[in-house]
Structures are given as C-alpha cells and as structure tokens.
C-alpha cells in the first residue's frame, strides 16, 4: 500500500475526542440524529427529500434505476443548474448578496453580487451559443482563478454544454491529449495568470496544444495580464472575451436538461498512463453537491465561506461552484499562492474578509505548521467558526495544529474523504452530531453505504482493515469514463463484483466504527492532494530518447503528504550527471506539468524485478524511506535491490 503511511495503531488508540458543544448542535443544520437510520431505512425516500430542495421545471417520475453498475437518479426530471445556482435566487433578497468576493494575486479586489453573476453568465451563454456551441458540445476550461472562470462553468451549464476544466498547472501536452479525448470545439482560456508573482503563460500552452487539436474551432480569450504579455491572437480562430461581451444579449434561456444529461467531465489520474475523463450528470451531482455543503459546512445566510481549491480540481468544482451557489452562499476566491508575498497571505485575508468557513488541505495545513505560528498569529481569525480539510489524510499532529492555531480550540473540524468519482463529500462528521477524533473522517454521511471489506469482498469486523467500498449507489456518483465505459466499469465495478463500488483507498475502522482512511491501495500517488499515476509520470520519464527505463515511486513527505521519486536506467552512453537530473525533471513538467515533477531522480544500471518481469515498487519505497528492505524472495536477482540500497544511502 502506497504512503501516506499513518502508524495506524497508534491512530486507532486515538482517545481524544471532540464532542460538538451545546451552543454547536443547537444551531446545527442537521440536529437529528436520527437521520442516519432514517436515510439507511429509506435511502431512496432521503435522497427524494434532498432533491426537493432544488427547482425542478419539471419533477421526476423515479427517483432511482439501478441496473449495477448504471445508476440513472431522479428519471423524468428536468432542471438546470445554473437556474438553481442563480436564477432562483436573483428572483429573492439574495439579488445583491455577495456571490463571489475575489482577491487577485497582486492585491485586486473585486465582489460579484449574485445579480452580477446572473448577468455575465447569461451574456456568456449567449456569446458561446453565437460561435455555435449547441447542448452536448464539449468546452474545454483552461483558466486561472478569476471570476470569469465559474463564469464559464455556469455558462456551460446554462446551455448544457459539458465542460472539462484543465487545471492551469498542467502542461501544453497535457491540454492536448484532453482537448482531444474530449473533442471539444471551443477552448476557453485567458492572456495567462500569476503566480507568485510570476506569470503562468496560459494562452502560450494553448497555442501549442491545439496545433493537435484538430477538433477545435474557437478559443475566447480572456485579458488579465492586459499589456503584461506578448499575446499570439490567430485571427477567425481567437476572439477576445471582452469584445464578444461587448455586443451578447442579455438574457439566455437556461436548456431544460435531463436529469441524466451530462454536466461535467473532469480528468483525473487512474492506475495507467492515460488519465480518466469522469463524467458527472446534472441532477444527482447538484443534489449531492448542494446537500454536503449545507451539513457538512454548517453554512448559515450570512456566511462567509472560502474553500481554497483551485476550481481545475473537484473540490473547487462541488465546493467552490455548484454547491455553494446552489445555496446562495457568499464565497471568497483568491488567484494566487499562501506565501505571496509573505506566508500570512491566507491570515489576512480571513481577518479582512471575515472568513467563517475554511475549507482547505492537509499539505498546506502542514506548510504553515512548518512556517510557525507567527504568521496566523499576526492576524484577527476570531470570525472563524468551522474548519474543513480534504485530499488525503490528515495527521493527528497537523489536526491539533489546525484546531488549536487557527481554530483557536472552538471551531469542529471536518476532514471530509471524497473523490472526484463519487461527486461529492460521502465520509465527513456532521458538525452538530459527530463527536470527532483527530486524524478520523468518522462516519459515512446519512444515505451513503459505505464499507470495509477484505481480499474476498468479506466486511472487515470492527477493529480490522481492508479496502474501502460503497455498497449502494448515490446521486452524485459519476457515470462513466468518457469514451470508455468499459474501462469506467473495470476500474471501479469489478474488484468486488457489479453492485460494489471499489474506492482504491485502504480503510480501517475503529472499535467505535470511526473510518481511519489509510491512502492508495493502488499506482497512485497523492503528492498535495493531488492524485498523480506513477505510470503517467514513468512513461514521460520513458519518452526522454536518453530514458531506458524508469520506475516511480511516492515517498513520505512531511509537507506533501507524498513525493515523487523516480529511478531510472539510462541508454548506453548517456550520462548520469547533476545537468541530466535536472533536465529529466524539466521533461516530466513539459510533458504533464509542473505537479508531476520528481523531487529526486536516482540512476541505476537495472531495476529490481521479479522473475516475470514486473518492477518491485514496493522495495523502491523501502530503499527512498530508508528502510529494511521487505520481502526479497520473488526477485529475479537479489543483488540489483542491494546494490541499489548502498548506491542511494552514499548519495
Ligand atoms: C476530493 C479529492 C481522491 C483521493 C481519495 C483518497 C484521498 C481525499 C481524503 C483522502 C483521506 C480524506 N478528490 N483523499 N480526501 N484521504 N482523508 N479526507 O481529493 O479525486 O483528487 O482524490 O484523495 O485517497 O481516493 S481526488
């Protein structure tokens, strides 16, 4: 199993426990503690009530078709999401609530009322639907965290346009290979972005992708550096944002959409070089989205919510975007990097904006632990009332470290275990209900069915460990890969049979039943919560004409969780110097982007395998962590591991 490596005895003999206060579970959202059996009994009946919270243009005939592994939720239905994020609210005294307030790495402020939103994302619907863009057509996202970026996403949805957000960091080649599995027609993206303080060339990535993109007939293009950049503007095919603005009708009728009709594909990184293009469906991923953020965050009216994701991955997706406006939220959305230009950046914006909810990761929890308390301490945080925390697990010690510095010892903590797969939040406390532990996600959410079970799909009795499954279907589960439902149904309906839904993740759960979630039982790392494959990093790695071979590994890292270590065999007569560790590095960030880049590389003349020629990972590990090495007896020659082991403990 891969690492982060928790000592999981000594997690699970976890004795503190924090019980929601009296004044919490009084003004909790979800105060019955009830519900739990109640949605168990009636899973349906719950999920039905959940769904009535949103506008429908016209209800569902079934709530559920389960034909496992194809779930369809709330058959018959018809409703829009971007209706339920803006339209209905713009109808009340929500019309100039703060929808989106927004801070710019170099210090712009600017706040979006909800009527602002509603405006410029219906001009936006309009100005796609003139370049053609019709229901189903794919649009690919390649943004920075501006306002335009949920602007782009509501647009989609309003014309029920599927929309494949790329995350900024990702490279030139990376765009290309999911602008055309996608096959999108439109990219919309901006001059480029900053990041601490430097410019990140979005537009110049992709110029180079869509050279390959031959499905591509339009880019809008977006100015936030205005005259910052040198910006390559094709004509016919480049159209800037601002002047399609100009002349857009003001009002575009949001499309009737089926329940089952696709909202979003988002790709994500599997066990193959080849990441996975999840696709989301409209009705049941709002209902999950808007559900999970009103318990699990608590959010009241008057809230001021910051959930620090880029909104390239799904958290940003579910908990930036669609659930927060599905409940008339007031969000904050900051551009750029904790640390620019000091590492108080996040503090002062929590005391200026008056932050209640912060939502955010255990790699950077970790970094401003390591940075000390000076920095938090610096500033007012006394408007903070509940804290999240997602991507991977969180340490006991970082927890504290949350709880205490930032929290002050009186906001619950929610450590909320999801994937872009499952849509939504599924293992999370209910901050009203669940007494919590550190280093624990606790207990399924009401109306999820999850698991532990064994090799043989066996449930795993109390106290035991074993692999993580969802044992019925939910609304916002995803629904396929795109263009390949077949490898959508191996990957994650095959492992336990057709009606189990295998996680990837190790799982142990307490004598109490708390889920303690152990990382990757498989080929992926999580590297800052990022879910990165060691074979996509191991095949850019291999396309370097230097690279023989090449194995990579995720070792423990105190900040990132995981870090990437690669081994690598090179071709006869290439040169293992400090110039070719560096320049490997700079491929990898070339070919995926800059979040694949290895922290080490190691040359080795042959790697260790077993006698059928499949590389030990597993021993990689043991040598990058410094440990005994493990089992050694399947290899095919004991001494390529041994001599790998001394050759790395003299570097
Ligand atoms: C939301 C997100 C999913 C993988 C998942 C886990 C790990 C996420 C937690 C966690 C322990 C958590 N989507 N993971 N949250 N592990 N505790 N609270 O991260 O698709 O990018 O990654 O992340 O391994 O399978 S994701």
């Known amino acids: 199993m891969s690492s982060p490596k928790l000592p999981i005895e000594a997690l699970l003999a976890e004795e503190r426990l924090f019980e929601p206060t009296a ?53 018959g239905g018809k409703i829009n999401v971007s209706y339920n994020c803006l339209d209905r609210h713009v109808k009340t005294w929500r019309r100039n609530k703060a929808a989106l307030i927004w801070e710019g790495e170099p210090g712009e402020e600017r706040v979006l009322t909800y009527a602002d939103l509603y405006r410029e994302v219906n001009k936006f619907a309009n100005v796609m639907k003139k370049l053609g863009i019709r229901k189903g057509d794919r649009v690919t996202i390649y943004m920075p965290m501006v306002p335009e970026l949920p602007i782009a996403l509501l647009a989609c949805a309003r014309i029920g346009a599927p929309h494949s957000v790329v995350f900024g960091g990702f490279s030139a080649e990376s765009l290309r290979d999911r602008i055309n599995d996608a096959q999108s027609k439109l990219v919309i993206t901006a001059d480029g972005s900053y990041r601490r303080g430097q410019i990140v060339p979005l537009k110049r990535n992709v110029d180079a992708a869509i050279k390959e993109c031959p499905c591509v007939e339009n880019v ?121 230009p000091e590492k108080d950046r996040w503090w002062q914006m929590v005391a200026k904006y008056g932050v209640n909810i912060l939502y955010t990761a255990p790699t950077a929890i970790r970094a401003f632990m390591k940075w000390g308390e000076k920095y938090p301490d610096q500033h007012d945080l006394s408007s903070l009332r509940l804290l999240g925390s997602v991507g ?14 930032i929290g002050k010892g009186k906001c619950p903590i929610v450590d909320t275990w999801w994937q872009t797969e499952t849509g939504s939040i599924l293992i999370s406390p209910l901050p009203g209900l669940t007494a919590m532990k550190p280093g624990s996600a606790t207990f399924p959410l009401p109306g999820i069915d999850a698991d532990v079970v064994d090799e043989t799909g066996q ?110 065999t090179l071709k006869e007569g290439a040169l293992s110097d400090v110039e070719k560790v560096s320049e490997l590095k700079k491929h990898v960030s070339e070919k995926i982007g800059s979040i694949a880049r290895p922290d080490a590389i190691f040359f080795t003349a042959e790697l260790p395998k077993t006698r059928s020629g499949k590389i030990m990972r597993r021993l990689l590990r043991d040598i990058a962590e410094g440990r005994a090495l493990g089992d050694t007896t399947t290899l095919a020659d004991a001494t390529v591991v041994a001599k790998l082991k001394s050759q790395y403990e003299e570097s």
């Open 23 to 75: 004044a919490l579970r009084e003004q909790a959202n979800m105060k019955d503690a009830g519900v739990y059996a109640k949605a168990q009994q009636d899973r349906e009946g719950f999920w039905a009530e959940a769904a009535r919270s949103l506008d429908w243009f016209k209800p569902w005939e079934k709530v559920l078709e389960w034909n496992p592994p194809t779930a369809q939720w709330f058959i």
């Open 220 to 340: 809008i293009l977006l100015k936030r550096l205005g005259d910052a950049a040198f910006i390559h503007v094709q004509e016919g095919r480049d159209h800037w944002w601002h002047r399609l603005m100009a002349d857009a009708q003001a009002y575009c009728e949001p499309e009737a959409m089926d329940a089952e009709d696709p909202l979003f594909i988002l790709y994500t990184s599997g066990t193959t070089a080849k990441p996975k293009g999840i696709l989301h469906t409209t009705a049941g991923y709002l209902v999950g989205a808007s559900l999970t953020h009103r318990w699990v965050f608590d959010i009241k009216e008057e809230d001021v919510y910051w959930c620090t994701a880029d909104i390239g991955w799904v958290t940003g997706h579910s908990y930036i975007v669609y659930g927060p406006l599905a409940n008339g939220t007031t969000g904050l959305m900051y551009e750029g990097s904790p640390d620019w």
């Open 392 to 405: 991977e697990p969180i340490n006991p010690e970082a927890w504290m470290w949350y709880h205490d510095v």
């Open 459 to 568: 449930s795993v009795p109390l106290g035991g460990g074993g692999y993580l499954v969802l044992k019925s279907p939910w609304p916002s589960m995803a629904r396929t890969i795109y263009g390949d439902p077949e490898r959508y149904v191996q990957t994650y309906w095959n492992r336990f049979g057709k009606e189990v839904y295998f996680a990837g993740d190790g799982c142990k759960r307490d004598s109490q039943g708390y889920f303690w979630l152990l990382g990757r039982v498989d080929d992926v790392m999580n590297v800052s919560g990022h879910r990165i494959s060691t074979m996509e990093v191991e095949s850019a790695l291999v396309d370097h004409h230097e690279v023989a071979e090449a194995a990579v590994i995720g070792r423990k890292d105190e900040i990132k969780g995981e870090a990437i270590a690669a081994f690598v």
